[in-house]
């Protein structure tokens, strides 16, 4: 039986900070990750297999930033085939992820430890197509639908 592939994908900053115990966790694992290009992200590829996007895409959507996420993203699912993909956000993950699903991986989608009471506008949009959606604050249940799930702070 074929190990199984992890893709760990986030946004720089304490998106990869909550994600980072997990990804140590799989790290002599057949797993990668892939997040933002920036100057507090380079340390990551001396650790983990890693992929950057050359182009973050912040809040609102820039149509190029889009373009080029998408084919940066086909290109890595391409070369790595992983069986999951799992996320704790932000914006630059969206297109990955539905193309993920698109090339029917499981999706595994922790909201940020920062979101509270108010569910994240990643998480909206990823909710729907996510097979396991994980909350770590009780008080979001009520904010998503059944298929939220809460184990407590899941990544320290």
Not at 66 to 84: G, T, W
Not at 111 to 119: H, I
Request: with cysteine; hydrophobic share 35%; aromatic share 14%.
């Amino acid at each position: 039986m074929k190990e199984k592939k992890i893709c760990f994908i986030c946004s720089r900053g304490g998106h990869l900070v909550d994600l980072e115990p997990l990804i140590s966790e799989f790290n002599d694992k057949n797993s990668f990750v892939v997040t933002e290009k920036a100057k507090d992200t380079e340390s990551i590829a001396k650790h983990y297999l890693s992929y950057f996007h050359r182009k973050g895409n912040n809040r609102g959507v820039n149509l190029f930033k889009l373009i080029d996420n998408v084919f940066e993203s086909i290109k890595i699912l391409n070369q790595e085939k992983p069986d999951y993909v799992v996320s704790s956000g932000a914006m630059m993950c969206i297109p990955f992820i539905y193309l993920s699903k698109l090339f029917g991986l499981k999706i595994i989608y922790i909201e940020c430890s920062a979101q509270v009471t108010e569910p994240s506008y990643t998480g909206k949009i990823i909710y729907p197509i996510s097979d396991h959606f994980f909350v770590q604050w009780k008080s979001l249940l009520k904010k998503y639908g059944k298929k939220a799930e809460y184990f407590g702070n899941l990544l320290t």
